[in-house]
């Protein structure tokens, strides 16, 4: 039996159990067996399109881990094709064009999705274009080149080594896309830009005189003020989340268009809602009173990451509880989004046991939320002595008058 077809025959099997039953298969290499079929397993709800491809090679377990899903790297795809369109069409289209160098390969999957974007737009790409995949690890870029090729994709060179050496030998490219590895040298995670390997706010100069567009990858617990203030000619900043987790930032510089205002997009499971920096200084509306029957829009962590809670406002058509409190109110017309969550109050409650008593009857269950609330949700569980799950949702936080109440809410369905 081959390897391959161990593999194929093998793939929905437990893996430690399967470990435990190397003795039966002696003449398979079952550590590579093992690191196939747990790749496959993960693959097929990270990257679903690659799962179907019986010819793509999965990494160890790190690897697997640390790599975008297929949802976000299809979106940073269209990030970098529409960027593409926008910088590189003002190019002379005659002789060879470096369109995409990718500096931390990696796996390989980001790369992989931009190219073959790429390859797509026949009005961008000729056969006279390349692509540049560069990584440390050799092992890394043994498996890009074979998975680039079970892809169909063309023109793309697999370069071994130190990316910060190699592109200074490039010039002219279109774009440069990083992802910095945050571990330091302990395997210990790191998130400020200048202690992720490479620094790219020590590279930016290079960068940018090297390509039109440099298009970043950082750590989704970044600040993005702090972010802008790090690197230069900031064009657009992407909040990139699934499920409504906030998975990852990008970051979009460009040489051109200096004049121009930096724009924010937040993107969460295909959906997408975009609003410019000076929305930030929006001011935020506050609710004078809750009442029951309200509409509580609770945002997801990518919204709340982007910090525009006067923009949250004015989108929603609602008011926030309270300055810190985050969660917002309005009437039945509150602008349905994947970016929020959507209630509706049945009951408001302080925390004065006889009022608890009275609201809570006939609740056993309940999903608990807090927002700018002095106990945490567990704590809170155990106060209110609820079992977790059910119809109910209760969100303990703090309105305008700073006084602490529960809002016991049903949930909106869409």
């Known amino acids: 039996m081959t390897l391959k077809t161990f593999i194929a025959e093998h793939r929905n099997d437990d893996i430690r159990q399967l470990a435990l039953q190397a003795k039966k298969y002696p003449d398979i290499d079952m550590q590579e067996a093992l690191q196939q079929i747990a790749g496959w397993q993960t693959a097929q709800q990270k990257l679903p399109t690659w799962s ?15 790599c975008s899903s297929e949802m976000t790297a299809r979106y940073k795809a269209d990030v970098a094709l529409r960027w593409l369109r ?21 796996f390989g999957v980001d790369f992989a999705f931009m190219a073959e974007a790429i390859q797509k737009q026949k009005d961008l790409y000729t056969d006279k ?7 440390k690890q050799q092992h890394l870029c043994m498996i890009a080149k074979h998975n680039f090729d079970a892809l169909g994709l063309k023109n793309i060179n697999v370069e071994n080594g130190d990316s910060t050496t190699m592109t200074g030998n ?3 490219v279109c774009i440069i896309f990083a992802d910095p590895a945050r571990r330091d040298s302990n395997g210990g995670r790191t998130y400020a830009i200048s202690d992720c390997t490479p620094d790219i706010s020590a590279l930016q100069d290079t960068l940018l005189e090297k390509a039109d567009t440099v298009m970043v990858k950082l750590s989704p ?11 230069k000619c900031v064009r657009e900043i992407h909040v990139v989340g699934t499920n ?11 040489r051109h268009d200096t004049d121009t205002h930096m724009q924010l997009f937040c993107f969460d499971d295909g959906e997408t809602v975009s609003f410019w920096k000076d929305d930030l200084a929006l001011s935020v ?6 009442e029951e029957g309200m509409v509580l829009a609770e945002p997801s962590s990518c919204m709340m990451k982007t910090g525009a809670y006067g923009y949250m406002c004015k989108w929603l058509n609602a008011k926030a509880i309270a300055p810190n409190s985050h969660l917002f109110v309005g009437n039945n017309n509150c602008k349905p989004s994947r970016m929020f969550r959507s209630f509706t109050i049945k009951k408001i409650t302080t925390m004065n046991k006889r009022e608890l008593q009275q609201s809570l009857q006939g609740i056993t269950h309940a999903n608990i939320s807090v927002r700018n609330f002095p106990l945490s949700a567990p704590e809170l569980r155990k106060r209110l002595k609820l079992k977790d799950g059910g119809e109910t949702y209760i969100f303990g936080t703090t309105d305008s008058r700073n006084q602490h109440l529960l809002l016991i809410c049903e949930k909106i369905k869409s």
Do not use: W
């Open 170 to 172: 490039i010039d002219n």
């Open 86 to 106: 926008r910088d590189c069409t003002n190019r002379n289209n005659e002789g060879e064009k470096l369109l995409l160098a990718d500096m931390t390969g990696g």
């Open 221 to 231: 617990m970044l600040d993005i003020s702090k972010m802008e203030d790090e690197l």
């Open 129 to 135: 274009c390349s692509m540049l995949f560069m990584e």
């Open 52 to 66: 179907r491809n019986s010819e793509i090679v999965y990494p160890p377990h790190i690897g697997m881990e640390q």
């Open 285 to 290: 509306s506050i609710a004078d009173t809750l």
């Open 244 to 254: 409504g987790e906030c998975k990852e930032l990008l970051v979009v510089m460009s």
